[in-house]
T-cell receptor
Framework: DTAVSQTPKYLVTQMGNDKSIKCEQN?????MYWYKQDSKKFLKIMFS???????INETVPNRFSPKSPDKAHLNLHINSLELGDSAVYFC??????????????FGNGTRLTVT | AQSVSQHNHHVILSEAASLELGCNYS??????LFWYVQYPGQHLQLLLK??????LVKGIKGFEAEFIKSKFSFNLRKPSVQWSDTAEYFC????????????FGKGTRLHILP
């Protein structure tokens, strides 16, 4: 009955490969996010979708492409992986926008290691 | 753009000591404020939040935080820490009248000695 679930938990791959991370939430939330946490634990927002519509797109390389088939799912596809992409990627969801007083619920993270 | 500063990068305390972790944000408008905790190997969990009303908010596990608007601060406190409080603590802000982003500070690593 995990609220926000991500797969895989660990992902080890070589430079140049293409990989995807999946996220699903069963909370009935309208908004989903991807955050990147670097080796120094710094969390930075990448994308946000509200009801399948992209609402936040930070300055992320276009090798990163989010896809939201429905409001319960937000997947992250990464093309041509680079060493600097190694990080922990967290999916999160909120009932509405944070502007409407709705905190984030996080998944357990996907640790991506690019060799 | 709004930003969040957490001045203490690494804090080491003994059990039963009192805790205060500093958080300052830079935004002059209306804000929502959050503290999240990340236990070793786990995901982030909400500790407490401030949206409006009483500037002293109480969260889970005995934590509280005080919003001082004039100081742009939202410091986290706990009167007596436990070994199980060892974790990374993140302050976060949302500029309510600006956009939907929640911006996180760089975190404070808290280590409690048994």
């Amino acid at each position: 009955d995990t609220a926000v679930s991500q797969t895989p938990k660990y992902l080890v791959t070589q430079m140049g490969n293409d990989k995807s991370i999946k996220c699903e939430q069963n909370l009935g939330h309208d908004t989903m996010y991807w955050y990147k946490q670097d080796s120094k634990k710094f969390l930075k927002i990448m994308f946000s979708y509200n009801n399948k519509e992209l609402i936040i797109n930070e300055t992320v390389p276009n090798r990163f492409s989010p896809k939201s088939p429905d409001k319960a799912h937000l997947n992250l596809h990464i093309n041509s992986l680079e060493l600097g992409d190694s990080a922990v990627y967290f999916c999160a969801s909120s009932l509405g926008s944070p502007a409407y007083n709705s905190p984030l619920h996080f998944g357990n993270g996907t640790r991506l290691t690019v060799t | 753009a709004q930003s969040v500063s957490q001045h203490n990068h690494h804090v080491i305390l003994s059990e039963a000591a009192s805790l205060e972790l500093g958080c300052n944000y830079s935004y002059g408008g209306t804000v929502n404020l959050f503290w999240y905790v990340q236990y070793p190997g786990q995901h982030l969990q909400l500790l407490l939040k401030y949206f409006s009303g009483d500037p002293l908010v109480k969260g889970i596990k005995g934590f509280e935080a005080e919003f001082i608007k004039s100081k742009f601060s939202f410091n986290l406190r706990k009167p007596s820490v436990q070994w199980s409080d060892t974790a990374e603590y993140f302050c976060a802000v949302n500029a309510r009248d600006r956009d939907d982003k929640i911006i996180f500070g760089k975190g404070t690593r808290l280590h409690i000695l048994p």
